[in-house]
Antibody
Framework: QVQLQESGPGLVKPSQTLSLTCAVS??????????WSWIRQSPGKGLEWIGH???????YYNPSLKSRVSVSLDTSENQFSLRLISVNAADTAVYYC?????????????????WGQGTTVTVSS | DVVMTQTPLSSPVTLGQPASISCRSS???????????LSWLQQRPGQPPRLLIY???NRFSGVPDRFSGSGAGTDFTLKISRVDAEDVGVYYC?????????FGQGTKLEIK
C-alpha cells in the first residue's frame, strides 16, 4: 500500500520561502501512471490545487500561484518537493501531498487516490 | 477556472435514511477523450480526503456500495442509500477534466 508523508517547517515568516517534501513509500515515483501533486486546504479558500509533476519531470502549476511555486522530483530518494516563495498570511493552510491515479492499462481514473496526512503551515512573524 | 458549486452546504440526515448531494460545474466536464472526470471525495473529521467515486459513477476500491454517483455534462449527484454513523464528514466534488483541477466548496453531512 502506497503511503505519502509530508515534512517541513510548520512556521514560515512572511516574504520567506515555504519548502515541503513528500516521502513516498510502498511505490515508486518513477511511474507513468501518476501525477505527484500538492494540494492545500484553508478555511477561507477550501481545497486548492497547487500543482503537480509527472515522472518525466513535466510540471503543471495553478496560474494563481504560478509565479511563486515550483515542484520537483527526486527519484533517487523516491520523494517530491514543493517550494513556494514570497509567502504571506494567505498561504497559511494545511498542505497535502497526493497522488493522482491517471490510468492502469487502458482504464482511465484521473482520481486522487492517495493522500498524505497533511501538514499545517502557518505564515507569521 | 471551472467553478464547482455544491448544494446543500449542510445536510442533517437520520441514520438509515438516504442522502443526496448535488454538484454543478460552470463548464462541461466532458474531456476531449470522451470521458468525464468528475470525482467525489469524503473527508472525515481530522482526516485527509478520501476518494469515493471517480469518472462520475465508479466506486473506488473499498468504498461501500451504498455510495453511488450519477450525472452528465455539468450536473452531478452523490447519493448515499442508507446513511451510517461513519459517513459523517464533508463531501467534495472535484473535476480533473481541465487544468487547474478544482473542488466544490464541500457539503457537511451530519446526523440529526
Amino acid at each position: 500500500q502506497v503511503q505519502l508523508q509530508e515534512s517541513g517547517p510548520g512556521l514560515v515568516k512572511p516574504s520567506q520561502t515555504l519548502s515541503l517534501t513528500c516521502a513516498v513509500s510502498g511505490g515508486s515515483v518513477n511511474s507513468g501512471n501518476y501525477y505527484w501533486s500538492w494540494i492545500r486546504q484553508s478555511p477561507g479558500k477550501g481545497l486548492e490545487w497547487i500543482g503537480h509533476i509527472y515522472f518525466t519531470g513535466s510540471t503543471y502549476y495553478n496560474p494563481s500561484l504560478k509565479s511563486r511555486v515550483s515542484v520537483s522530483l527526486d527519484t533517487s530518494e523516491n520523494q517530491f518537493s514543493l517550494r513556494l516563495i514570497s509567502v504571506n498570511a494567505a498561504d497559511t493552510a494545511v498542505y497535502y501531498c497526493a497522488r493522482v491515479l491517471l490510468w492502469l492499462g487502458h482504464y482511465y481514473y484521473f482520481g486522487v487516490d492517495v493522500w498524505g496526512q497533511g501538514t499545517t503551515v502557518t505564515v507569521s512573524s | 477556472d471551472v467553478v464547482m458549486t455544491q448544494t446543500p452546504l449542510s445536510s442533517p440526515v437520520t441514520l438509515g435514511q438516504p442522502a443526496s448531494i448535488s454538484c454543478r460545474s460552470s463548464q462541461s466536464l466532458v474531456h476531449s477523450d470522451g470521458n468525464t472526470y468528475l470525482s467525489w471525495l469524503q473527508q472525515r473529521p481530522g482526516q485527509p480526503p478520501r476518494l469515493l467515486i471517480y469518472r462520475i459513477s465508479n466506486r473506488f476500491s473499498g468504498v461501500p456500495d451504498r455510495f453511488s454517483g450519477s450525472g452528465a455534462g455539468t450536473d452531478f449527484t452523490l447519493k448515499i442509500s442508507r446513511v451510517d454513523a461513519e459517513d459523517v464528514g464533508v463531501y467534495y466534488c472535484m473535476q480533473t477534466t481541465q487544468f487547474p483541477y478544482t473542488f466544490g466548496q464541500g457539503t457537511k453531512l451530519e446526523i440529526k
